[in-house]
């Protein structure tokens, strides 16, 4: 980081200015939620605790020092331990360990600084069992644009967002529950993420080499997460980030087999997990038409006039889509996704239907734009000055659910015309595992287009994929059938290799609709073992009684 370099880098004898618990971030903070006072100057002072205060007292604005062989570094009133690596010279990270959410369990938050102007948010939170044993997942939402802090507070995080974001109550049906999980917000300007001028990141590649730095670095500071099997999972335009950045660190894997270097970390990467994805845009615009009239939960009559208009726009959509997937140019990819959204997610907007959950009406004046009212709950809460100052986020910075200037900068360079399909038979075949799951009443990432997308996607596992039917997908606490399931790969006592899930009775954020059933698959899926247990009935059948 060119600032900190400029700034002398004091080290100080340790004990004597630390009157402070052996952690240094041992605060014990309890959130008071007071949204009134939100809008002061200055504020984080206010809301340290006085363990913190004492330490950060007399020190300067990006002042740096070590203590216990750590360094820290002082931002904005705030402290943090300051993360470095040899092999990332122009990235560090910056962290704080808040105490919300879950108090239970470890975490760690806040930013990795990329050069000297790109700032990624993030959250951490320890497996609630076995954190030494369990995997790591990352987490992405989509948009482009919005905050992993959906996934966090209202899906399948520790804590689900209440009462008008006043506060949160606990999730019993967190996937941290048998995982450690990070949700990131990235690019830079999204969620609490930032740039400090006018940087912007508009394209899932450049995204992709960002979040590579991230785990190298995170993992270097905690090596114990590193070990397990790492998972990167994302829902709806995650469905083109995930398999752009889990490429890059399955090149990077590959590179360091042929050039080992001690400084960086192989990362164990297993699988590559899409909820509601938008990841080959040539068939699953196509599917539009055919699931809002002919879906499971048609909005539309199929003899409608915008059914008809609907269907004839397909094959531009689709010659526009083929241009950008041929010319892999802005100039070819930009017109294709103006088009197809215009003409065929349009459609699914004007509805009056929530397009993220078919079954639902959606009044944007009452539940907000995204059709949810939590999106503002969330809003409320981490804007709150002490749960941002907890978390290590300058009490100034505006948090936003989506950011559309970032959204905007996206669709304007044509990101989400590419296939993104196209990078995942290279992981596959070298035995990444690929899941991907959908919520069926989901309008915008529909799961008619996902399993077409999966059917059509060349890997050592197609042929097979192909012949495989639909069987039941029953939860084992529950007993319930959640879904159905196709998988290849599998051999009656493994989840598959690629494997395809439609959940039933869920919307695009199928682990608010559905927590249990989504507890239940992604726990089967992270453990490795079928999510159908009929062939293993089946092969016990096959034993003789002893
Ligand atoms: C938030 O909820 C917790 C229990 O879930 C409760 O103990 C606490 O008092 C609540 N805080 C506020 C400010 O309502
Ligand atoms: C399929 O997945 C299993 C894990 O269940 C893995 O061991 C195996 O290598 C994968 N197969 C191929 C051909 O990559």
């Given at each position: 980081?060119?600032?900190?370099?400029?700034?002398?880098?004091?080290?100080?004898?340790?004990?004597?200015?630390?009157?402070?618990?052996?952690?240094?971030?041992?605060?014990?903070?309890?959130?008071?939620?007071?949204?009134?006072?939100?809008?002061?100057?200055?504020?984080?002072?206010?809301?340290?605790?006085?363990?913190?205060?004492?330490?950060?007292?007399?020190?300067?604005?990006?002042?740096?020092?070590?203590?216990?062989?750590?360094?820290?570094?002082?931002?904005?009133?705030?402290?943090?331990?300051?993360?470095?690596?040899?092999?990332?010279?122009?990235?560090?990270?910056?962290?704080?360990?808040?105490?919300?959410?879950?108090?239970?369990?470890?975490?760690?938050?806040?930013?990795?600084?990329?050069?000297?102007?790109?700032?990624?948010?993030?959250?951490?939170?320890?497996?609630?069992?076995?954190?030494?044993?369990?995997?790591?997942?990352?987490?992405?939402n989509g948009g482009p644009g919005c905050s992993s802090s959906t996934g966090l507070l209202f899906e399948l995080g520790p804590c689900s967002i209440a009462e008008e974001g006043r506060n949160v109550t606990y999730n019993p049906h967190s996937w941290t529950n048998n995982a450690n999980i990070i949700f990131l917000d990235q690019p830079v300007n999204?969620?609490?993420?930032?740039?400090?001028?006018?940087?912007?990141?508009?394209?899932?590649?450049?995204?992709?080499?960002?979040?590579?730095?991230?785990?190298?670095?995170?993992?270097?500071?905690?090596?114990?997460?590193?070990?397990?099997?790492?998972?990167?999972?994302?829902?709806?335009?995650?469905?083109?980030?995930?398999?752009?950045?889990?490429?890059?660190?399955?090149?990077?894997?590959?590179?360091?087999?042929?050039?080992?270097?001690?400084?960086?970390?192989?990362?164990?990467?297993?699988?590559?997990?899409?909820?509601?994805g938008q990841t080959d845009p040539y068939i699953q615009y196509a599917s539009i038409p055919d699931y809002v009239c002919e879906g499971p939960y048609a909005v539309y009559d199929p003899e409608s006039p915008q059914c008809q208009s609907m269907r004839t726009k397909v094959p531009t959509c689709q010659r526009l889509v083929k241009s950008c997937y041929?010319?892999?140019?802005?100039?070819?990819?930009?017109?294709?996704?103006?088009?197809?959204?215009?003409?065929?997610?349009?459609?699914?907007?004007?509805?009056?239907?929530?397009?993220?959950?078919?079954?639902?009406?959606?009044?944007?004046?009452?539940?907000?734009?995204?059709?949810?009212?939590?999106?503002?709950?969330?809003?409320?809460?981490?804007?709150?000055?002490?749960?941002?100052?907890?978390?290590?986020?300058?009490?100034?910075?505006?948090?936003?659910?989506?950011?559309?200037?970032?959204?905007?900068?996206?669709?304007?360079?044509?990101?989400?015309?590419?296939?993104?399909?196209?990078?995942?038979?290279?992981?596959?075949?070298?035995?990444?595992?690929?899941?991907?799951?959908?919520?069926?009443?989901?309008?915008?990432?529909?799961?008619?287009?996902?399993?077409?997308?999966?059917?059509?996607?060349?890997?050592?596992?197609?042929?097979?994929?192909?012949?495989?039917?639909?069987?039941?997908?029953?939860?084992?606490?529950?007993?319930?059938?959640?879904?159905?399931?196709?998988?290849?790969?599998?051999?009656?006592?493994?989840?598959?290799?690629?494997?395809?899930?439609?959940?039933?009775?869920?919307?695009?954020?199928?682990?608010?609709?559905?927590?249990?059933?989504?507890?239940?698959?992604?726990?089967?899926?992270?453990?490795?073992?079928?999510?159908?247990?009929?062939?293993?009935?089946?092969?016990?059948?096959?034993?003789?009684?002893?």
């Open positions: 980081m060119k600032l900190q370099r400029l700034l002398p880098l004091a080290i100080l004898a340790t004990t004597s200015v630390l009157a402070a618990p052996s952690s240094l971030f041992e605060d014990a903070q309890q959130v008071v939620l007071g949204g009134a006072e939100a809008k002061f100057k200055g504020i984080a002072n206010q809301y340290l605790s006085e363990a913190k205060q004492a330490i950060l007292k007399g020190k300067k604005e990006l002042q740096t020092w070590y203590h216990d062989g750590k360094e820290f570094i002082k931002q904005n009133n705030l402290l943090y331990e300051l993360v470095r690596h040899p092999a990332f010279s122009s990235y560090s990270l910056r962290v704080t360990e808040p105490k919300l959410c879950d108090s239970a369990v470890k975490q760690m938050s806040g930013y990795l600084d990329v050069a000297d102007d790109k700032h990624l948010f993030f959250w951490f939170f320890e497996s609630r069992t076995a954190p030494a044993d369990a995997p790591l997942i990352l987490w992405l999204v969620g609490f993420s930032y740039a400090d001028g006018s940087t912007t990141v508009n394209s899932s590649p450049v995204a992709g080499k960002d979040v590579y730095a991230f785990l190298e670095l995170f993992l270097k500071r905690y090596p114990k997460y590193s070990t397990q099997p790492f998972h990167i999972a994302a829902e709806s335009y995650g469905g083109t980030y995930a398999p752009n950045f889990a490429s890059v660190i399955h090149k990077a894997n590959k590179e360091l087999k042929l050039r080992p270097d001690d400084s960086l970390k192989h990362i164990n990467l297993d699988s590559v997990i899409l909820g509601n041929n010319f892999n140019s802005k100039f070819a990819c930009l017109p294709a996704i103006l088009y197809c959204n215009s003409q065929l997610m349009g459609p699914i907007v004007q509805s009056g239907r929530n397009p993220y959950d078919a079954r639902r009406p959606c009044d944007r004046s009452k539940d907000g734009d995204l059709c949810y009212k939590q999106m503002t709950w969330i809003e409320n809460w981490l804007n709150d000055p002490k749960v941002k100052t907890t978390l290590g986020v300058d009490p100034e910075r505006e948090f936003a659910s989506c950011n559309m200037e970032v959204n905007q900068a996206f669709v304007a360079n044509g990101d989400g015309a590419h296939n993104s399909a196209a990078l995942l038979p290279d992981l596959v075949n070298d035995g990444v595992r690929l899941l991907v799951y959908a919520g069926n009443a989901d309008m915008m990432c529909n799961f008619i287009g996902n399993e077409r997308w999966l059917d059509a996607l060349e890997t050592k596992f197609s042929e097979e994929f192909r012949k495989t039917k639909g069987v039941p997908w029953v939860t084992l606490s529950g007993g319930n059938v959640a879904g159905k399931v196709r998988s290849a790969g599998s051999n009656s006592f493994t989840a598959g290799n690629v494997t395809f899930v439609e959940v039933y009775e869920a919307g695009h954020m199928v682990p608010y609709d559905q927590p249990e059933a989504a507890l239940d698959l992604i726990n089967r899926w992270i453990m490795d073992v079928p999510l159908s247990v009929q062939d293993v009935a089946a092969e016990a059948a096959s034993i003789p009684p002893l």
